[in-house]
């Protein structure tokens, strides 16, 4: 009989992705592994799903032969979707773990991220998940240093939960192992995005624009990720999909008085 | 001196769809519009951005001669960020409105909404927005009977403002204006998409996946979207980007204690 956890690995920057190899590498020394990730590089792909298109699922051998393991022609969610109802149709998963993610998912960047949209999309099935990224965006990033800390915490959510979240965003700074302070619990630190579109001619000269930017931090407080991610330490936030802005909801009461017209 | 409000439209079903078409109507008659929207039916594209492709802007005349207005090559996202940072550079936007939504985005379908991330871009930016959906999602929609109320809105979100909040979830009964009976400010109920995919074969013989599914209403409360909308109100809900689980902050802070390997 097989006691070992069961545990879902995606990401979003494709099966072929060194980050989602550290993470099987680490996952596999836990637990019995199974991968469903995407089958081209999905950043920014946010929570995106394909509902208008035929979804393929094809077996790969990338990770090993122990390892049962399909790339998706769609999105990270929708590889996530296919791995909960048709690849692991019957099977309880214990734990499902998206990235490693090769840059920052802090702050805002949560909801642009492809890689915690799947991790979100598996709390939203009642699964406990866990995005992991690294800050260092380089296909060539080194995970090496990040991934006992990664064991740790994979470890610690099997035997203990998550308390009373389903969902963890997890960012690792990219120092050396024993530069790293620990873990920091906090929450999502305010920040924005500043674009500066680079706008060019293409070879027709036809104009376009091309989306880059600057993040700018908005926050001055010690109890969210980019300041624990900046004072070297890796940042845990919990986190879910309920966008209600609470404290507003008594400010806005005063519009149901508008009388019909 | 044009002392006219500056309102931003767009959506996610693309520029060519009746709901903005009609939410254009609206707005013309209480600002200027300005319009950039997709070019193609981006639905359940989420917070989805472009980052590997460049983005294209086409003027087009489909609101009239007095309407400026652009189709993007992007995402609903994408259009917003082109919008605020390219078309309206110099300009100060009163207010973005999304939509309308050919089919609902109440509960978690706020996630998976390009119309709601479209408006939720715009609140990042600082801009007050409503994201605009009928529980309608046809193409050919009557959205007649709901326009009264959405001009009720935007007045009164440009002339109060949106008290805390920057977004607002604006979720609108499929029914005759006579029978819908008010607006309901609420929080964003609990629910969830069973899937069931639809598995065939193309007519090469390969296996495909359909994603298809089923929403279960998981909420017994009676202050959420789902019940308003089946009650006959108009839910708003006011909603915003900070994903932080903040009752889960305590239970994890255990985490912090794992010692260093």
């Not at 799947?118 to 690294?134: K, P, R």
């Not at 060019?200 to 990720?225: A, C, H, M, V």
Request: proline share 4%.
């Amino acid at each position: 009989m097989n006691k070992k956890p069961l545990i879902l690995v995606t990401n979003d920057d494709g099966y072929y992705a060194p980050g989602i190899k550290a993470l099987v590498e680490v996952a596999q020394s836990i637990g019995e592994v199974v991968v469903v990730a995407p089958d081209s590089a999905q950043s920014g792909q946010g929570h995106a799903i394909t509902i208008k298109d035929p979804l393929r699922l094809s077996k790969i051998d990338t990770f090993g032969a122990d390892i049962i393991a399909y790339k998706c022609s769609g999105t990270p969610v929708d590889s996530v979707k296919l791995a909960k109802n048709i690849v692991l149709k019957d099977r309880t998963i214990d734990l499902c773990i998206s990235g490693i993610n090769h840059g920052a998912n802090s702050s805002i960047n949560i909801i642009y991220s492809g890689t915690m949209s799947a991790a979100m999309e598996a709390a939203l099935e009642g699964i406990n998940s866990i995005g992991f990224s690294l800050l260092d965006y380089k296909f060539d990033a080194n995970f090496e240093e990040a991934k006992p800390y990664i064991k740790q915490l994979i470890e610690y959510a099997l035997e203990n939960g998550l308390g009373s979240t389903k969902l963890l965003n997890v960012n690792i700074p990219n120092l050396p192992y024993a530069e790293i302070k620990g873990f920091k619990v906090c929450r999502q630190g305010k920040g924005v995005w500043v674009e500066d579109f680079v706008e060019s001619e293409d070879p027709r000269g036809e104009k376009y624009y091309w989306l880059t930017g600057k993040f700018i931090n908005q926050d001055q407080g010690e109890d969210n990720d980019i300041w624990a991610l900046e004072n070297g330490y890796i940042s845990i936030v919990p986190s879910h999909h309920d966008l209600t802005d609470y404290p507003a909801l008594k400010d806005l009461k005063q519009v149901e008085n508008i009388a019909h017209v």
